[in-house]
């Protein structure tokens, strides 16, 4: 049983920028990987980050030098730093959990809406 909940999204103008986090709890075994994706209206869910357990991370084309995923400490909670943010940036984030694609815990995601 694991459950995940991203947070930090909302209403922002071309340019500006945006902290998302996801706190994963519950079930995890070791240190597990972490990722982000995005999912804009009437479009297909995106890859764009994730980071290892060791901290190695990777990034799809269209967000790397603006987006930048992290993890705390405790290694519970990971983050999306969105810099320079473009109005096809607009859709649902969700946090997924593991390595394994499908993904098998998801979070709800968290809106985010950038204006031109």
């Known amino acids: 049983q694991v459950r995940l909940v991203e947070s930090g999204g909302g209403l922002v103008q071309a340019g500006g920028s945006l902290r998302l986090s996801c706190v994963a709890s519950?079930?995890?075994?070791?240190?597990?990987?972490m990722n982000w994706y995005r999912q804009a209206p009437g479009k297909q869910r995106e890859f764009l980050a994730s980071?290892?357990?060791?901290?190695?991370?990777n990034y799809v084309d269209s967000v790397k030098g603006r987006f930048t995923i992290s993890r705390d400490g405790a290694k519970n909670t990971v983050h999306l730093q969105m810099n320079s943010l473009k109005p096809e940036d607009t859709a649902v984030y969700y946090c997924?959990?593991?390595?394994?694609?499908?993904?098998?815990?998801w979070g709800q995601g968290t809106q985010v809406t950038v204006s031109s």
């Open positions: 997924a959990l593991g390595i394994n694609v499908p993904h098998s815990y």
């Open positions: 519950g079930s995890i075994i070791g240190i597990a990987a």
């Open positions: 980071i290892t357990g060791g901290g190695k991370t």
